[in-house]
């Protein structure tokens, strides 16, 4: 299994600023993920953070918008930027183990005023 | 393009009653299925994973099973108690791909 920590686990922002979000593993891990829950919704994947490579970005989703950074092999970061209110999400740093198993963070509760 | 699909999308209960909730998905070539809990504002707490050779697992008082050429599989939750009261969503790997999709979720009530 994997623990995973998120840091903030809730903020509220005013719009047009940007807002940090770490995601913090206990162990070391290939690939991980980051996704958005709109209030209501289930998970949309936002893109997957692989260690020294770019980010890969589902459609809809764009780096200028979400800037993802993956110095090291337990830990990611996810901005978003330029908020508006339509941000107003939870978002969620995930890991994948052997056998594609997945693991959840507790989540970022992010409000846009 | 794989879709996953959660029936009913709330439940509600009376404490002590046996219950199953169902997923399909559109293309039987996934890797795993995997059942989470969610309980509000929270993340995602794995509860059962099954790999695609894989006919049913346990943990407690769940049982999940698959039924992959049919594209099924059920959660089954025996003496529902109100600590249950959450919403599940099954998720499914596809072969060939680490991406992850999830059902919208059921949303479970047990009444004390």
């Known amino acids: 299994s994997a623990v995973i920590s998120q840091k903030p686990s809730r903020d509220i922002c005013q719009r047009g600023t940007s807002l940090t979000i770490q995601c913090q593993v206990d162990s070391q891990v290939t690939m991980m993920f980051w996704y958005r829950q709109q209030p209501g919704q289930s998970l949309t994947l936002i893109a997957t953070?692989?260690?020294?490579?770019?980010?890969?970005?589902e459609s809809g989703f764009v780096i200028d918008k979400f800037p993802i950074s993956r110095p090291n092999l337990t830990f990611s970061t996810l901005t978003v930027s330029n908020m508006s209110p339509e941000d107003s999400s939870i978002y969620l740093c995930s890991v994948q183990l052997a056998g594609y198993e997945q693991y959840f963070g507790p989540g970022t509760r992010l409000t846009v005023t | 393009k794989q879709e996953v699909t959660q029936i009913p999308a709330a439940l509600s209960v009376p404490e002590g009653e046996n219950l199953v909730l169902n997923c399909s998905f559109t293309d039987s070539a996934i890797y795993n299925l995997q059942w989470f809990r969610q309980d509000p504002g929270k993340g995602l707490t794995s509860l059962l994973l099954i790999q695609s050779s894989q006919r049913e697992q346990t943990s407690g008082r769940l049982n999940a099973s698959l039924d992959k050429s049919s594209g099924r599989s059920t959660l089954y939750i025996a003496a529902s108690q109100p600590g249950d009261s959450a919403t599940y969503l099954c998720a499914v790997s596809s072969t060939g791909g680490f991406k992850t999709i999830f059902g919208a979720g059921t949303r479970l009530f047990v009444k004390a």
């Open positions: 953070a692989n260690q020294g490579s770019e980010a890969t970005y």
